[in-house]
């Protein structure tokens, strides 16, 4: 089962911690998140499962910036999220998609105990002009049924920015 906007802010502080958090930012069953200021894009044209790929750092600044078509961009989201005996869930705002912006590819499923910061797979299909402070995306919570191991130590566990693909990891063991 999705949370309503009053659970997640009845737990918030227990199994949900979103800092800062804003009541301007909840909604009727999901809570938005605001665009940090930082993306990355690979450097290279051909990318690597097997290598950490190198990329370069963009700031956006207060008068945006313009991304082009068919080129990916990593950003992130603003809060610092932790999420305890719940499924945290990332999606894109309808009025986003709207405009032909995915901010994730295919990465909106989360892990129960996951702690950090949630890298945006950002890809448009029209030149469009972004902004830091944009409220992005939305985060809702299904509840999970069982047992469970939380998430502890995963290769993006516990980040400070931005991730850029750690697949490369997977091929050592």
């Known amino acids: 089962m999705i949370l309503s906007g009053k659970e997640i802010h009845a737990r918030m502080g227990t199994d949900i911690f979103i800092e800062p958090f804003s009541e301007k930012q909840l909604n009727p ?9 930082e993306l990355l894009t690979y450097d290279s044209p051909v990318l690597d499962m097997k290598t950490p790929n190198p990329t370069t750092s963009l700031i956006i600044p207060k008068e945006g910036l313009l991304l082009e078509p068919g080129r990916l961009y990593l950003g992130r989201i603003q ?17 986003i998609g709207r405009l032909g912006l995915f901010i994730h590819v295919t990465a909106g499923f989360g892990d129960v105990g996951f702690c950090g910061y949630w890298t945006l797979e950002i890809f448009c299909i029209h030149p469009i002009r972004i902004y830091p402070d944009v409220e992005i995306c939305q985060i809702y919570y299904h509840t999970i049924e069982g047992d469970h ?12 920015g931005i ?4 697949l490369y990891k997977d091929f050592e063991r």
């Open 29 to 37: 069953n999901s809570y938005n998140l605001k665009l940090h200021d």
């Open 79 to 95: 809060e610092h999220t932790k999420t305890f005996n719940l499924v945290p869930m990332l999606e894109g705002r309808s009025s």
């Open 149 to 160: 191991e939380p998430y502890h130590n995963g290769k993006y566990q516990n980040n400070t």
């Open 163 to 166: 991730q850029p693909s750690m």
